[in-house]
């Protein structure tokens, strides 16, 4: 599909320097979608068009404007698709997906597409590159890894705008069962094990 190659194209040029949501997590998520198509029977056309374009704007996490960055992709999506002559039928169901992706917006998408670009774009959230995802973003926004009195939110709820392990509590340890598709949920949670192995090794370095 051509159309695809134009819009990575596109994409490559104006997504932000973001290490966590740079044009290689788009590409991460392309993988796993195309997996996801297969097995899901989904139209590859849409759901990949979808997850080119998930992250077109993406606010960093500091900002407060991050929980609008799935909306404003959506909005943006719009032109580039009606330029590559996609029909209004087809735009809708991508940009409704898109819009509905982020873990902040609290949603479940109503198309198949979009439940494939919500599951696809969280695996990368998890497994080794998730790790990876979670501690560059801490280190940009210059927090500390733990809570050195309670490091794994025992006795306290987790604060992830304060610390970076929080952030497993708070969302990733959550991810595997908000998975939409049977072919989601089975590799979440393999990858869903490589962080609580992450976990269980670091309390004991500590």
Same mark, same amino acid.
């Given at each position: 599909m051509k159309v695809l190659d134009s819009i *990575?194209?596109?994409?490559?040029?104006?997504?932000?320097?973001?290490?966590? %949501? /740079?044009?290689?997590?788009?590409?991460?998520?392309? #993988?796993?979608?195309?997996?996801?198509?297969?097995?899901? *029977?989904?139209n590859e056309k849409l759901v990949?068009?979808?997850?080119?374009? %998930? /992250?077109?704007?993406?606010?960093?996490?500091?900002? #407060?404007?991050?929980?609008?960055?799935?909306?404003e992709s959506a909005k943006k999506s719009?032109?580039?698709?009606?330029?590559?002559?996609?029909s209004k039928e087809e735009i809708i169901i991508i940009s409704d997906a898109i819009r509905?992706?982020?873990f902040s917006q609290n949603k479940i998408p109503g198309t198949l597409e979009g439940k494939i670009l919500q599951d696809a774009d969280r695996l990368d959230a998890l497994g080794?590159?998730?790790?990876?995802?979670?501690?560059?973003?801490?280190?940009?926004?210059?927090?500390p890894f733990y809570n050195i009195d309670d490091p794994f939110c025992k006795t306290r709820i987790p604060d992830d705008k304060i610390w970076t392990i929080d952030h497993f509590y708070q969302k990733l340890l959550k991810l595997e069962s908000?998975?939409?598709?049977?072919?989601?949920?089975?590799?979440?949670?393999?990858?869903?094990t490589v962080l609580k192995e992450f976990l269980n090794q670091l309390n004991q370095e500590l």
């Open positions: *990575k194209n596109e994409i490559k040029e104006i997504m932000d320097n973001d290490s966590a %949501h /740079d044009f290689e997590h788009v590409m991460r998520v392309y #993988k796993n979608a195309q997996k996801m198509c297969k097995k899901e *029977k989904a990949l068009s979808a997850v080119l374009l %998930h /992250d077109i704007v993406s606010h960093p996490k500091s900002d #407060k404007r991050s929980k609008n960055s799935s909306m719009k032109p580039i698709l009606e330029k590559y002559g996609f509905d992706h982020s080794a590159i998730g790790i990876a995802r979670v501690f560059a973003t801490g280190g940009s926004l210059k927090r908000l998975m939409n598709t049977k072919s989601g949920k089975t590799e979440a949670k393999k990858r869903t």
